[in-house]
């Protein structure tokens, strides 16, 4: 028999570690606590003591491929140029050691790059995620005569931006 809609066992199933649940709680944790501690907290900076563990280590591989292997790539080059501009200091198992460095901070930036990038984006679907989530706890908290004057447009624009913390400077109440 034929099936042409979806259904649940054609979805995969979320890693744990991006659970809405799991990341909702966390920053609910921590939003709770900042409200304890001072009177009118800033969403943005709950957001940023509970997600910057995360980006700690795309941050140093970040800082590697820019500082070291982006900055040795056109030194190693200019080896190689020197070599073939007839210097009489660079010989040609050097310029190919050179030449070989190149090449390998070349393999190294490509190597690091993306799933470091690609890393940085699933913890951006995490805060955008908790974000959300937190929101549509307060939604639902709403009274009647609260929700009769918002928009649902107007909610739906602050969730598309909810990872935005310019938007949320006073965080969910």
């Not at 042409?4 to 570690?17: C, K, N, Y």
């Not at 190149?102 to 974000?131: D, E, N």
């Not at 939604?139 to 649902?152: E, I, M």
Request: glycine fraction near 4%; proline fraction near 5%.
């Amino acid at each position: 028999m034929r099936n042409d809609g979806l259904s649940m066992e054609d979805i995969d199933r979320v890693p744990f570690a991006d659970e809405s649940e799991r990341v909702s709680k966390q920053l609910m944790k921590n939003w709770e606590k900042a409200r304890q501690e001072k009177a009118k907290p800033k969403f943005a900076w709950v957001l940023f003591k509970t997600f910057i563990p995360y980006y700690f280590f795309p941050l140093l591989i970040y800082l590697f491929e820019e500082c070291v292997l982006r900055i040795a790539q056109p030194l190693l080059l200019a080896q190689v140029i020197r070599f073939f501009a007839k210097d009489p200091t660079i010989t040609k198992e050097w310029a190919c050691i050179y030449a070989g460095g190149v090449c390998l901070c070349t393999f190294l930036i490509v190597s690091f790059h993306h799933p470091t990038m690609q890393h940085v984006m699933r913890l951006g679907m995490r805060v955008r995620t908790a974000s959300c989530a937190l929101m549509y706890q307060k939604a639902l908290k709403l009274s009647r005569a609260s929700v009769g004057q918002t928009q649902v447009g107007q909610i739906v624009n602050i969730m598309r931006f909810a990872s935005t913390p310019l938007i949320l400077t006073n965080g969910p109440n």
